[in-house]
């Protein structure tokens, strides 16, 4: 059933057809209405050039100078206007040198990448133009490159990624042709920024079938260009009663499964946390991957950093890797360390990762269950609460200044955590009979 087409798109294309120009709504939004999923983006195509749109629709704004692509605003949405055009020499392997506007709807659709990106409807009347073979491909699941893929990936390199993240969040395959043409020219992702790699990834990881977008990457061979860290999971061994399911790399496959609508934050702990693994691999009485969290943490900063992260994002996702194992201690935790854990940051995507961890390994969800259970347990505020004494208290009570105060205070903290302290009068009996109000000299 196709998914409707939204009133502002049609509005755009009917105001352009009434002033004589073709106009169509193109690519992505076409592709999802044929698979009933919910329509995002919205790009129109048009036979008008960016002065002719500008004078239909005074507010435009220009988005794309070289390329005349513009921004119009109906209804709180945005739509992208694009005048056909055909493109002319990559040589940068990006972005193309120069472009000719074209009155011809076919010569926009073969400069596109792949074909199911390739069909133009007629918003207006419900007409589909398939120039490539489009809808072919769409009953098919398959991406397919139009044309000649060696050429679409000279061009541009990055919609190898993205011929990826199609092939991940739609559940096609990639058609054989185009797949090798990945493999061919896979070492020219070097050519693209980081940043749009860093997007792509994102994407994968995000928008839905990240375990088969990096299958497809593994398959493809772009991983060892993106992530070389992840190619060396390949064939690390893990103990068995720990880890069934067999090597790093088929654990963090799994993990990447039970991503649902993640985070990026979450979703990229979930694919580096065990990045250490293979650095940290001993085998003596069993297979061992000492502080493979810490040096994990490590690995993680420098391989966000390195695909230009924001620096928030890194953050989290460093905390989210070194503390992913302090949850095998819960059954030992005393109510202090265990309020601890909880004050960790994101701690709702710290407890989904310890849950798809499990979920990839052995499957038995007890120490998650047993967080749940002691978290409900937990009376209102209890993580959290406020000092019983504040550090004026403490002077008042003829403490001195200084680093002591600190201890003091924590001292305190722990003992109100573990519930042994509940008023200000039981803090102040605790301070008083266990630190001296003033220190002996040391002089």
Known sequence: MLSPVPAPARTVCTRLQQAGHMAYLAGGAVRDRLLGLPVGDLDVATAATPDEVVALFPGARLVGASFGVLLVRQNGMEIQIATFRSDHSYTD?????????????RQDVLRRDFTINGLLEDPVSGEIFDYVGGRADLGARVIRAIGDPQARFAE???????????????????????????????YSIKNISIERIRDEISFILTDGGARQGFVWLQISRLLPFVFPELSAMEGIAQPPEFHPEGDVWTHTLLALQYLDRPSVELALAVLLHDVAKPVTF?????????????????????ILERLRYPNAVIDSVVSLVANHM?????????????KRLLRLPRFDDQLELLRIDTLASLGRLTTYELVKSRMAALPPGAVRPPRLLTGDELLALGFEAGPRM??????????????????????????????????????
């Open 93 to 105: 392997h990006r972005r193309p040198d120069s472009v000719a506007y074209e009155t011809d709807p």
């Open 282 to 302: 001993t085998q003596t009485d069993r297979i061992r991957f000492d502080g493979h969290d810490e040096r994990g943490a490590r690995m993680a900063r420098e």
């Open 406 to 443: 600190g201890q003091i205070l924590a001292a305190l903290e722990h003992a109100q955590l573990e519930g042994e302290l509940s008023s200000k009068e039981e803090a102040a009996a605790f301070v008083l009979n266990r630190f001296e109000v003033k220190p002996p000299s040391t002089a």
């Open 326 to 338: 302090r949850f095998m201690e819960v059954d030992r935790m005393g109510p202090a360390a265990f």
């Open 156 to 186: 541009d390199a990055l919609r190898m990624l993205r011929a990826v993240r199609f092939a991940a969040r739609l559940g096609f395959t990639i058609e054989p042709a185009t797949l090798e043409a990945i493999k061919t020219n896979a």
